[in-house]
């Protein structure tokens, strides 16, 4: 199994805390990822890296930031939880960008329940 | 627009039987990759299997076998000789050169229940 662990797994937080999840990887994959999977939407990209400080955003990062200052280590901060972000994120990580027969793996994923 | 279409919210299949899961996919890139995930009830994203735009046979991995019509821009799972541990959401996903960072863009998923 890919080396790519998420922190804390469960959390509980109140309306308008700031919240930081930790993806931590031991893979030295280039590439990462964070998505959100909520019911009927599938799963949506958050923010993605493709180097260390090197970020951009994704189809719905609106009230998400993220840093990478290490290879291993991927961040998303939500800066001021609401409910609607309630929801189960993965970070994935990936080898290569080419779109060939490269997979991503993903974390255990994060159980974020915002009241 | 859609990237990636599975139009069966839910289906049901018998142990031993065969099972089609459909995904279509909307790309102009020449060049992509299809992969199809599992998600048991337990949660974890579980990598089955890949499909490359330029691979001139169908992907195969044990039980599963990815129906590929190019043509028709389908990419379909077939999991043969269904077991009951095959219950779960299924996941189909492209990547393409186009993505955000090459990120997968994937369907909203089909739920496959399998009965003894």
């Known amino acids: 199994d890919a080396g790519i662990t998420q922190s804390p797994r469960h959390k509980v937080t109140e309306t308008g805390t700031p919240v930081t999840l930790r993806c931590h990887q031991t893979?030295?994959?280039?590439?990462m990822y964070w998505y959100r999977q909520d019911p009927g939407h599938g799963l949506r990209l958050i923010h993605y890296?493709?180097?260390?400080?090197?970020?951009d955003k994704g189809e719905v990062s609106d009230g998400y930031s993220v840093s990478r200052s290490k290879t291993e280590d991927f961040l998303l901060t939500l800066e001021s939880a609401t409910s609607s972000q309630t929801s189960v994120y993965f970070c994935?990580?990936?080898?290569?960008?080419?779109?060939?027969?490269?997979?991503?793996?993903f974390g255990q994923g994060t159980r974020l329940t915002v009241v | 627009a859609q990237k990636i279409t599975q139009t069966q919210p839910g289906m049901f299949v018998q142990e031993k039987e065969a099972v089609t899961l459909d995904c279509t996919y909307d790309?102009?890139?020449?060049?992509?990759?299809l992969f199809w995930y599992k998600q048991p009830s337990s949660g974890e994203m579980i990598f089955l299997i890949y499909?490359?735009?330029?691979?001139?046979q169908n992907a195969t991995e044990g039980r599963y076998s990815l129906n590929f019509q190019k043509a028709r821009k389908s990419a379909n799972l077939v999991i043969s000789a269904s077991q009951l541990g095959d219950s779960a959401m299924y996941f189909c996903?492209?990547?393409?050169?186009?993505?955000?960072?090459?990120?997968?863009?994937f369907g909203k998923g089909t739920s496959l229940l399998v009965t003894p």
């Open positions: 994935a990580i990936s080898e290569s960008a080419a779109p060939t027969n490269t997979e991503a793996f």
């Open positions: 893979e030295n994959h280039r590439y």
């Open positions: 890296s493709y180097g260390v400080k090197d970020t």
């Open positions: 790309t102009s890139d020449p060049s992509y990759g």
């Open positions: 499909q490359g735009s330029y691979d001139q």
């Open positions: 996903a492209m990547r393409e050169r186009s993505n955000s960072g090459y990120a997968l863009n």
